[in-house]
């Protein structure tokens, strides 16, 4: 299955938000959304957490906190987990969604282009997982200036995203041939590009499992550095709800601390609870998270306590934006006031390695 993240941060990038009028009110996706606790039985009430994409194995944490009670026990009522694909944007600002995990762009492009009064509150991902994938007996790129006189696959809605990795590189576009693309990685297999833009969790791995010796340009650790797999909110719900993202936000730190502690758990969770009718493939699915895990701990996290987003790591999101003609404050992007909260009432919430 194409990986739609790519298609909905290259829309964003372009600054297509289509607005909240004009979209669903949440997508449809195989699986069970789940639910924790009953709505009668906790003061904070029911939420809706809106997920980016489909019930695999990218929501480990969600499907820890949800199935050991986290959500229950932090005074929370029902949490229905919506699976996607979707950025959240429309669902946030048509009411129907509480939270949504999305990503800096298409949080940060609602509010530039369109003045959304959204705000992320938190970072899963502290490094996005975007790469140029090839393959190393092929264009092994492993280093910006590998691309020059290269064949780059790039899908339409990635060009954005590309042209901004170019910039950040001080890389002429004509220095480069780009190939458009879908999002099967066929045509790198095939000989027809020598690069393609891929996810580091997803691409990189089928690529891999299927035989071909890989080589990765991740774009966070090349110019690119922005956070992903986001918690966004509200003005209206960060200023009225606050002890219930606060009491969300604990038990998802507590689900994510289990499923960095014990990813076989999260890839069956993922596989034979709550994405059972995806018929996930195992390997790929344990592959994927242990991939995933790895974009979530930094130095930073590990200090700081996770989802935490330090104010170089903004700075360094709010450039990465501005490559790609996102202009932004911090400020009117980020607030970490809660996860400030949560970590001084909580401070054993911090140690999440043991």
Known sequence: ????????????????????????????????????????????????????WILNEEFAGEYFADSKGYYEEAGLG???????????????????TDI???DAVSAGTAVSTEGAPIKIIGATLQKNPFTILSLADGGNILKPADMIGKRIGVQDSNRALFSALLAANDIDPSQVDIVPVQYDPAPLTNGEVDGFTAYLTNEAITVEMAGF??????????????????FSVTDDTLKNRRDMLKAFLVA???GWTDALADPDEGARLAKDVYGKDLDLD????????????????TDETAENGLFTISDALQKQTIASLAGAGITLEASDLFDMSLLDEVYKENPDLIAYAG
Do not use: W, Y
């Open 282 to 297: 195992p390997a790929k699915t344990i592959a994927g998270l242990l991939a995933t895990n790895a974009l979530i701990t």
């Open 78 to 96: 029902k949490v229905q987990l919506i699976p996607g694909p979707s950025t959240g944007v429309a669902e946030l600002l048509s009411g129907t």
């Open 1 to 52: 299955m194409s990986r739609s993240h790519r298609s909905r941060l290259g829309v964003a990038l372009a600054g297509l938000v289509v607005s909240a009028a004009a979209l669903t009110a949440c997508a449809g996706g195989s699986g069970e959304p789940a639910a924790s606790g009953s709505s009668d039985s906790a003061g904070l009430g029911d939420i809706t957490l809106q997920l980016s």
């Open 213 to 230: 010796k890989t080589a990765n340009l991740p774009l966070a650790e090349n110019g690119l550095p922005f956070v992903a797999e986001t």
């Open 252 to 254: 998802e730190i507590r």
């Open 100 to 102: 949504a995990i999305n």
